[in-house]
């Protein structure tokens, strides 16, 4: 996000940085900025309008993902999962 900015000349002044997604939601909710957060964190508020999303160039862009987990390890049900998910949307390409 930064180098897209850095790009557009957009300047962000004061700029937040909020690890919790609900703290973000929250934020804009509230009308204290705008935020960049993955469209499945928030479905429910673009469900109830409670947020509205906004159109960039950036919402064409594909971003490369890795997860990576000790194969020796147990995997908890929610982990086995996550990695189901992924391997079903995106696909396994194990080294």
């Known amino acids: 996000m930064e180098k897209y900015f850095a790009e ?3 300047v962000l002044n004061p700029h937040m940085k909020v690890q919790s997604i609900e703290a973000v939601k929250k934020c804009v909710i509230n009308n204290l900025g705008i935020a960049v957060v ?3 964190s928030i479905t429910e508020e673009l469900k109830n309008a409670s947020l509205m999303p906004v159109k ?3 919402d064409e862009k594909v971003y490369d993902s890795i997860y990576i987990y000790h194969k020796n390890k147990w995997i908890s049900p929610q982990m086995r999962f ?3 998910l992924l391997e079903k ?3 396994n390409y194990a080294i």
């Open 56 to 58: 960039t160039e950036l």
């Open 89 to 91: 949307n995106i696909g």
């Open 38 to 40: 993955p469209t499945y």
């Open 82 to 84: 996550a990695i189901n």
């Open 8 to 10: 557009k000349d957009i």
